[in-house]
Every structure is written in structure tokens, then in C-alpha cells.
């Protein structure tokens, strides 16, 4: 099915703008920082409900850390594809953000102020615009006396982003998955990840290892060097091996939609009091492609380090501390590009916006492969915001993106029907 500009331009003389700009501020402007999902949680179901979804369950993946689900019946109930709309409920945390913004209107990361034509606060590109552009966007089709052809399964789960201790682990994505998997949960046929993509579409991801490298050699007093080995000089030519290693990888051939793969030496920690450093510790992040797999990129990160010119007494060991979908942390993703619904997707964005809806890859991971390479649901990461702000003081979502992100969704679901010569097998590539 095609994109019905005249549909385009009703459902644009029905968005009330201040109603779905206040939606945004309300999610916002409830905390839930990695660990602390629950409220907001029960504001996605309260939200949920009252859009007469069916089935709306809470279940803690993590006590009183709970997933959002619930499925909105089309016209079809059951006969026609299934869309899942997925976001993450949690956000990263605001330590800086009230000094930086000290005495003025975004003094208070919660309290969504609109300055500069965007609203700003902890939590708004990523990614309750998305979350809030695709529930204001059923409302929209609602207002305009539609009922989307194909069932609606809503997924909104915690525990995605890293950075708070013992938190991180996608445990909210993988107990949905495993429902999935169990069939309590109905297997969709495609899904939107509501990743900040500043409406563009993502059909591709990178993956990611982060390696923690212990260097161990012996200290001694700087008097006596030479009854010491020393780690820090070690940790040097590790240095060397690693960024030799890197340099390999980027002259390979680049991935259309990800890029070059590189090794990124994030941390050096090393040192002593007056005396030859007996341990120093590295940190690296290794982004790899559509394509690799995980355990040959370590097993080749791991030869280049113990390639290195050590001297005797020096021992090397390696630790993976984030892994998510993979043991050594998380795999990349594709999807062809050509697939109906990515097609769909794009023609409804870019009948909003002639500027947007470009298939591009991320230049992040989150959680897609979960979907692509576990259950073989092709994936792909959609919705307003800028990721170059999200994380940061500056974090924010442009009002303009996200008012015409709602109208763009709201016609690709109402022409969500699988007519459209729909191949739903995913070209995923990963290990």
C-alpha cells in the first residue's frame, strides 16, 4: 500500500500540537534513570489503556523493575502482520546537569522547558520522544476515525542504558524475548526500535566489545628499578599493538551504512608512589560490522596484544565487562533495506518531510539484534532526536521533528496492512 498524501494532510489539520508537545513534558518530566523504570512504567500502561489497548501487563524483569507491554487489535485481529513498537524506558542519569543549567529555565533536567524551538531534559531524544511520538500517533489515527489495519504489540522495557552500578544488562529486553520465545507474547513481523534517528531510518548497526586489558608486571622502589618490571612501559607497547591492530582495521573496506571498524583505547590507568608501576589497566571499545562475528574480532584483538613486545615477567588478561546479546558484549545488524515495511516507513516520512526518512546505519548499538538475530524479527531503530545531544547537558528533541514525527508514524501504521509484497526475512549477518 502507498502513503495517501490526502491522508497526510488530514491527519496534519488533526494533530493537537499542544496535546502531544504536553504528552512528551508529562513523560519527561517523570524520572527513571537506569534502576528506577516503575513509575514511568506505570505511566506508559495508564497511557496504553487509555488508547484501548488489550492486555496491558507490567512484569518486573528485575524487582520493582518493570517491562510495559501490551497489543492494540487492527482491523485484521490476528490475520494480517503484526507491528511491534519498541523503546527502552530508562535513561541515563543527570549528575552535572542542574550546576550547568544553574539559574536558568533548565535548571531542573525533568521539567521539559520548550527554549530554542526544542524541549529539553534527561530522558527527551532518548527516547521518550519516540515513545511519545508513536502513542500520540495512534491517538491521531483514533481522532481521525481510524483503526490501523494491522495489530499493534507494544513493548516498552528497562535496563538498557549502562552506566549505573549493577544495572545495564538489557535484562528488560531479554525477559520480552524470552516471552516471545515462549509464546506468551505474540512474535511480530517487524519492528520500529525508537532510538533517536532525527526521523531518518537505521537499517543497520554496529556492534561492540569493550575489553578491560590487566597489565601485570612487578614494583619496585624508582631506586632500584632493575628489581622491578614494569607495567606502565608494557601497557605502552600494548598501546602500539593495539592502535597497529586499528589502523588494520580501517583499511578494510567500509560497510555502506556503518562505516570502517576501529579499535578505541578509552583508559589508561597506571602508576605508583615513587616506584616502578607493578599494574597497569587499559580499557578499549572494538566496534565491528555487519558481518563479523564477535569471537573472531576478540580472538584477533586478543593475538595483536599478545603480539606485542613484552618484557619477561610481564602477564597479560583480558576481561569483558558489557556483554548483552553476546558474551563479549553486543553484535551488529542489518536488514535489507528493501524489505516493504523499511520502504513504507520511508515513504510516510518523507511525505511529511521531503528532508528526512534516508536508510542510514547507526552509529550506535542498542538493542535491535535481540530482535534480528534471536528471534530473526527484522529491526529497524526510527523515531525524533538527535543522538549527538542524548547523554550530554544538552540533551533535547526538536519540537518541529517530533510534531512531524507523529504524523509520519501515524500514516505509515495506517498503511501498515501487508499488501505491499512484504518479505519479512531478515538479512541479518552476526555471531
Not at 533517536?196 to 575489553?211: D, E, K, R, S
Amino acid at each position: 500500500m502507498q502513503i495517501d498524501p490526502t491522508l497526510v494532510s488530514r491527519l496534519r489539520s488533526l494533530l493537537n500540537e499542544d496535546e502531544a508537545i504536553g504528552l512528551l513534558q508529562r513523560f519527561i518530566g517523570i524520572p527513571s534513570v537506569t534502576g528506577a523504570e516503575a513509575t514511568f512504567a506505570q505511566l506508559l500502561a495508564d497511557e496504553l489503556r487509555s488508547l484501548g489497548t488489550e492486555q496491558v501487563t507490567l512484569v518486573d524483569f528485575a524487582p520493582d523493575r518493570p517491562n510495559v507491554r501490551g497489543l492494540l487489535r487492527g482491523q485484521q485481529t490476528g490475520a494480517g502482520p503484526c507491528l511491534l513498537i519498541i523503546g527502552h524506558t530508562d535513561t541515563v542519569h543527570v549528575r552535572g546537569w542542574s550546576e550547568h543549567w544553574a539559574g536558568t529555565e533548565r535548571e531542573n533536567p525533568f521539567s521539559a522547558p520548550i527554549v530554542d524551538g526544542a524541549v529539553w531534559g534527561r530522558g527527551a531524544g532518548d527516547l521518550k520522544a519516540g515513545i511519545a511520538t508513536t502513542l500520540a500517533a495512534v491517538r491521531l489515527l483514533a481522532t481521525a476515525g481510524l483503526t490501523p489495519p494491522a495489530d499493534l504489540l507494544f513493548g516498552f522495557v528497562g535496563d538498557e542504558e549502562s552506566g549505573e552500578p549493577g544495572t545495564g544488562v538489557s535484562a528488560g529486553i531479554k525477559l520480552f524475548i524470552a516471552e516471545i520465545e515462549a509464546e506468551k507474547v505474540v512474535k511480530p513481523d517487524f519492528a520500529v526500535y525508537l532510538e533517536p534517528t532525527q526521523l531518518n531510518i537505521y537499517a543497520a548497526q554496529m556492534g561492540f566489545v569493550i575489553c578491560e586489558i590487566s597489565v601485570i608486571g612487578r614494583s619496585a622502589y624508582f631506586g632500584i628499578p632493575e628489581l622491578g618490571v614494569d607495567a606502565l612501559k608494557a601497557a605502552h607497547a600494548v598501546l602500539s599493538a593495539v592502535w597497529a591492530h586499528s589502523a588494520a582495521l580501517e583499511r578494510r573496506k567500509p560497510h555502506a551504512l556503518v562505516g570502517r571498524p576501529f579499535v578505541l583505547a578509552t583508559g589508561l590507568e597506571s602508576g605508583g608512589y615513587i616506584a616502578i608501576p607493578g599494574e597497569s589497566r587499559i580499557n578499549l571499545i572494538l566496534k565491528t560490522l555487519p558481518g563479523e562475528n564477535l569471537d573472531d574480532a576478540v580472538e584477533a584483538l586478543e593475538a595483536a596484544v599478545r603480539n606485542a613486545p613484552l618484557a619477561d615477567g610481564i602477564a597479560i588478561s583480558f576481561a569483558y565487562p558489557a556483554g548483552r546479546d553476546h558474551r563479549f558484549g553486543g553484535t551488529p545488524t542489518e536488514v535489507s533495506r528493501d524489505l516493504g515495511p523499511i520502504c513504507l516507513l520511508a515513504q510516510a516520512v518523507q511525505a511529511v518531510r521531503a528532508d528526512r526518512g534516508q536508510i542510514e546505519g547507526a552509529p550506535y548499538w542498542s538493542e535491535a539484534p535481540f530482535l534480528v538475530n534471536r528471534l530473526g524479527v527484522p529491526t529497524v531503530y526510527w523515531a525524533p532526536g538527535d543522538i549527538g545531544n542524548c547523554h550530554t547537558l544538552e540533551e533535547r528533541v526538536l519540537v518541529k521533528d517530533y510534531l512531524n514525527g507523529i504524523i509520519a508514524f501515524a500514516a505509515f501504521i495506517a498503511a501498515f496492512d501487508g499488501s505491499k509484497a512484504i518479505n519479512f526475512a531478515a538479512t541479518s549477518r552476526h555471531s
